[in-house]
């Protein structure tokens, strides 16, 4: 699935020149968490989140820094607080650097980059323009969409058996040396030994997640030498 699939398409902007508490009242009334700042022709200049509004003067939370943590902090850096904390509008306080997605990024991919962001959205932009936003709540309502679990149609049991096995075989954290598995009519029995409680959930999560398995049976103990409580 493509991120054009499921963006918001009527994304809500401000201009360069919108004032912050203009911007204050846009995130509030429509319940979001950032707004895109778009220039003539629709190109993103920036973006202005919850963060870059948290620390205003008119708020009493603008950056009050400890003395010595003052003296080590470069001037620059201190102008460039002043004018997060004091600006009066869009172009003042928004991020510049504004990390952004093609229309046909794999959801995947989009996921990726909100998780090494940390970040909730992300611009969706085709031709160098905006053509959309995309955020984690998107992607969740994506999931819901999906019947997530839905026992698929049942296969015989030894193409069900060849298939968990090459699907273990393909695990580089598992050490399938010591596990063992029987498969009858979709119930399969896991049993053995793994190294780690997490080795232990994480197969049975895969082979759940196998086409056509119905039920697990989970038999799988740890190594004696690793055992925990």
Known sequence: ???????????????????????????????????????????????????????????????????????????????????????????????????????????AEVADILDAHRIRQVPVMQGGRLAGIISRADIIRKLAEVKVGEPAARPDNGALQRAIRDRIGAQTWLNDVYVNFTVKDGVVELGGFVDSNEQRRALRVLVEGVAGVQKVEDNVRLMPKFATV
């Not at 493509?2 to 919108?18: F, Q, S």
């Not at 629709?42 to 820094?65: F, M, Y």
């Not at 172009?91 to 990390?99: E, G, I, P, Q, S």
Request: hydrophobic share 40%.
């Open 1 to 107: 699935m493509k991120a054009h699939e499921i963006m918001t398409k009527d994304v809500i902007t401000v201009g360069p020149d919108t004032t912050v508490g203009e911007i204050a009242a846009v995130l509030v009334r429509h319940r979001i968490n950032a707004v895109p700042v778009v220039a003539d022709g629709n190109e993103v200049i920036g973006l202005v989140s919850q963060s870059d509004l948290a620390h205003r003067s008119e708020t009493g939370t603008e950056r009050k820094r400890k003395w010595w943590l003052d003296f080590l902090t470069g001037s620059d850096t201190k102008a460039r607080e002043y004018v997060k904390d004091h600006g009066l509008k869009a172009k003042d306080v928004m991020t510049r650097c504004v990390v952004s997605v093609r229309g046909d990024a794999d959801l």
